[in-house]
């Protein structure tokens, strides 16, 4: 198991920055995939940013390429997203999830663990 503990969310207006911050409670290890994820009310939750740990895999949504990025402190057990240019389309829970893979760098969804959510809310 991982317990997994988001932070950083919040308010900006549209142009903005925001940095989310997930810490694990343990190592994530070779085999795992990680990331980022959002969701709506009403839609379903998508993938934002994901990395799988085994090859350095990564995927990132089309909506969020050249805005976003990923980094690990692997020596905090943390995972980082760092999102610049930030759009009212923006707006979401944004959740972190660990564990084994379905098919890298996606993780099982059945099988991950997630954290609780951290608000990102972005106003025009």
């Known amino acids: 198991q991982v317990q997994l503990v988001e932070s950083g969310g919040g308010s900006v207006q549209a142009g903005g920055s925001l940095s989310l911050s997930c810490s694990a409670s343990r190592p994530i290890t070779s085999d795992e995939c990680v990331g980022w994820f959002r969701q709506v009310p009403g839609k379903e939750r998508e993938p934002v940013t994901l990395?799988?740990?085994?090859?350095?895999?990564?995927f990132t949504a089309d909506s969020v390429k050249g805005r976003f990025t990923m980094s690990q402190d692997n020596a905090k057990n943390t995972l980082y997203l760092q999102m610049n240019s930030l759009k009212p389309d923006d707006t979401a829970m944004y959740y972190c999830?660990?564990?084994?893979?379905?098919?890298?760098?996606?993780?099982?969804?059945?099988?991950?663990?997630w954290g609780q959510g951290t608000q990102v809310t972005v106003s025009s």
């Open positions: 999830a660990a564990g084994p893979c379905l098919i890298p760098p996606f993780p099982d969804l059945r099988r991950a663990y």
């Open positions: 990395i799988y740990i085994g090859d350095g895999a990564t």
